[in-house]
DNA sequence: TTATTATTGTAACATATTGATACAATAATA
DNA sequence: TATTATTGTATCAATATGTTACAATAATAA
């Protein structure tokens, strides 16, 4: 047993924790002009979920979040941003954790407090998919990347917690320059544009896509990148916060 | 006691209600060129609070803060927007409910539920100031009108609050047409181009917001309207959504 | 070594949007 | 009937965005 962590993080009672509130991190990657998302599953009953938690008595929220989202991708400095609360009563339904844990063998606990109505804030993290190691938790036993285009079908309400995700990134991408959090520190204009292209969902023009970009001066061009093409090299770019 | 409501409202144990969880409206509105909000007072102490309350076990997040901007403003048809949670320890300070209640002469239960930490989701509610009759509830005696750029200071984090609500007005005054909500049926251009400038905190160009609002085609020109000033009358416009 | 190819970087122009000025129209008052 | 203040909008200027075009060039093939 960790000593970091409660001996009754998933006991029948939930203490330690604020009750009916959890967290789930919408983790968005790109890779190969794809958005990813990290999943959960739980192998025994297939069904797969958003990287989740509980709040501690005595934690902020936020570092509820970055504490569940680090510990699945490995990373420690990242800040997920919030972006919605999930707080319908429809939302509930507890037959996925029901079968979590008939899975397991145990007869589950009817007053389980995971069983209990949930109100889950959602949060989003923007990664660098190559620096992320998917981790499995307590609950669930894989933890893997998902094609945003081709995601499972998910426990809950999740599915729209990734929906809801994908519209609000699609609203900061210009204004909180967020498309950077989700590249390599060096990347080419046309790894930037692919990345505006894949998360807007609509082709946009080169020449005014690179004006615009280089127009905002946060771009540092540093080198020529030996592309492997019969064509240009590209220049290789770093993004400069002013 | 009324029996919608639980007689537990404001027990030691808080039963009925989702425990550490809250929800805190800042409810603007519009009135002779200036943004108001709506503020409660307990009269004993003078400690000004926003409008809040809490989410019982059963109840839509959504319908709690509908049910308390609802009671606080006598409007039934109102749908305030969460824009954000407030979860840090640093808003934990139990002082003011401490000092109501000494005030009430009771001696405060140190385990009163409403002394421990809460994480709350602030909502956005737009209303027409001229509809609402400012109601007080069970914890607050007093409940006002107060100009934005002259409220007192306010327990706990309702501050922050009360800015990031501004904050957020402001970015979606624009694409989600939240001026509307803020005035009367039927308004004038340039009642509208005032809200819209105290709103942003700037003056705008009369003829290129005019352009753009009538571009916008959602506005509606209603009669005219006799000033009583010296001077050419104007436009009454209506709004109507495509 | 020299074409060929595909892609890059950007100039140049067209179009659309927004900023700013100007002015006729007009409702109340003098 | 002249005066005044404000409204509604035309007009032009400045800026931003959409689009086409083309020279530059890195790898490959002739």
Same mark, same amino acid.
């Given at each position: 047993?960790?000593?970091?962590?409660?001996?009754?993080?998933?006991?029948?009672?939930?203490?330690?924790?604020?009750?009916?509130?959890?967290?789930?991190?919408?983790?968005?990657?790109?890779?190969?002009?794809?958005?990813?998302?990290?999943?959960?599953?739980?192998?025994?009953?297939?069904?797969?979920?958003?990287?989740?938690?509980?709040?501690?008595?005595?934690?902020?929220?936020? $570092?509820?979040?970055?504490? +569940? !989202?680090?510990?699945?991708?490995? @990373?420690?400095? /990242?800040?997920?941003?919030?972006?919605?609360? *999930?707080?319908?009563?429809?939302?509930?339904?507890?037959?996925?954790?029901?079968?979590?844990?008939?899975?397991?063998?145990?007869?589950?606990?009817?007053?389980?407090?995971?069983?209990?109505?949930?109100?889950?804030?959602?949060?989003?993290?923007?990664?660098?998919?190559?620096?992320?190691?998917?981790?499995?938790?307590?609950?669930?036993?894989?933890?893997?990347?998902?094609?945003?285009?081709?995601?499972?079908?998910?426990?809950? $309400?999740?599915?729209?917690? +990734? !929906?809801?995700?994908?519209?609000? @990134?699609?609203? /900061?991408?210009?204004?909180?320059?967020?498309? *950077?959090?989700?590249?390599?520190?060096?990347?080419?204009?046309?790894?930037?544009?692919?990345?505006?292209?894949?998360?807007?969902?609509?082709?946009?023009?080169?020449?005014?896509?690179?004006?615009?970009?280089?127009?905002?001066?946060?771009?540092?061009?540093?080198?020529?990148?030996?592309?492997?093409?019969?064509?240009?090299?590209?220049?290789?770019?770093?993004?400069?916060?002013?």
């Amino acid at each position: 047993m960790k000593p970091d962590t409660p001996h009754n993080e998933t006991d029948a009672a939930g203490n330690g924790f604020i009750p009916n509130l959890a967290v789930d991190v919408v983790v968005f990657g790109f890779h190969d002009t794809e958005l990813k998302v990290l999943l959960m599953q739980y192998s025994k009953t297939g069904l797969y979920a958003l990287p989740g938690g509980f709040v501690r008595l005595n934690e902020n929220l936020d $570092d509820a979040a970055k504490r +569940v !989202a680090g510990e699945r991708t490995g @990373l420690r400095d /990242i800040s997920p941003e919030q972006f919605r609360v *999930f707080g319908d009563m429809a939302r509930h339904d507890p037959t996925p954790f029901i079968s979590f844990m008939a899975a397991d063998g145990g007869k589950p606990d009817p007053n389980h407090w995971l069983f209990q109505r949930f109100i889950s804030v959602g949060y989003l993290a923007l990664v660098d998919f190559t620096k992320v190691t998917p981790t499995p938790d307590k609950i669930f036993d894989s933890c893997n990347w998902y094609n945003l285009t081709d995601i499972p079908p998910l426990i809950q $309400d999740h599915s729209a917690i +990734v !929906a809801a995700g994908l519209q609000w @990134l699609q609203v /900061i991408l210009d204004s909180k320059l967020a498309g *950077f959090n989700l590249l390599p520190a060096e990347f080419t204009m046309a790894e930037l544009q692919s990345l505006y292209e894949t998360v807007l969902g609509k082709k946009l023009l080169r020449p005014a896509f690179q004006r615009k970009m280089l127009g905002m001066g946060i771009l540092e061009r540093i080198a020529k990148k030996y592309s492997g093409g019969a064509h240009k090299a590209p220049y290789l770019y770093r993004f400069v916060s002013k």
